[in-house]
């Protein structure tokens, strides 16, 4: 995982994140999977970059993004997200329950009081969301910038 990926990651345009999640919230399986996959494919760099922090081997790594799909694909039925903030919100969590998971599973007397549980307060999303559009904004004046002074398409 490079700084190159996560970047690219995070400069998704919104509009693919809002669509995915339209799609997740879809009844039809075959419109509910399309959007789930677009779903994994954006926020794989952003699990491996979290991950990469800890002190995980490579495999349990690997292995606590599928657990995280899978619990998401698990809980389809039930979830909505009303915002891309949400989505990323929700995705933050359930990767820091897998981890208190994955310690625990390992070493049950192993303090996990290190492990990162604050929440994005609920009347921070908005804000996530702003910052979202104000990076989506940027790469696209970047975009712009460099087709006009370098013409480079």
């Not at 995982?1 to 997740?24: C, G, I, K, Y």
């Not at 989505?87 to 070493?107: A, E, F, G, P, Q």
Request: hydrophobic share 35%.
């Amino acid at each position: 995982m490079t700084v190159s990926d996560t970047l690219h990651a995070v400069n998704t345009p919104l509009d693919t994140l809002r669509e995915a999640l339209e799609q997740f919230a879809n009844e039809k399986d075959d419109v509910r999977e399309q959007g789930f996959t677009t779903l994994v494919e954006r926020s794989r760099p952003f699990l491996e970059h979290k991950l990469l922090s800890r002190q995980l081997s490579i495999q349990d790594r690997q292995d606590l993004i599928q657990e995280i799909f899978r619990r998401i694909w698990l809980r389809r039925d039930r979830l909505q997200f009303v915002s891309v903030g949400g989505w990323w919100r929700y995705l933050r969590t359930m990767t820091s329950n897998c981890i208190v998971d994955l310690v625990r599973s390992k070493d049950p007397s192993e303090s996990i009081e290190d492990i990162e549980a604050t929440e994005i307060p609920d009347r921070e999303i908005e804000d996530l969301d702003d910052l979202l559009e104000a990076v989506e904004d940027r790469r696209k004046l970047y975009r712009l910038a460099d087709e006009e002074f370098l013409e480079v398409p």
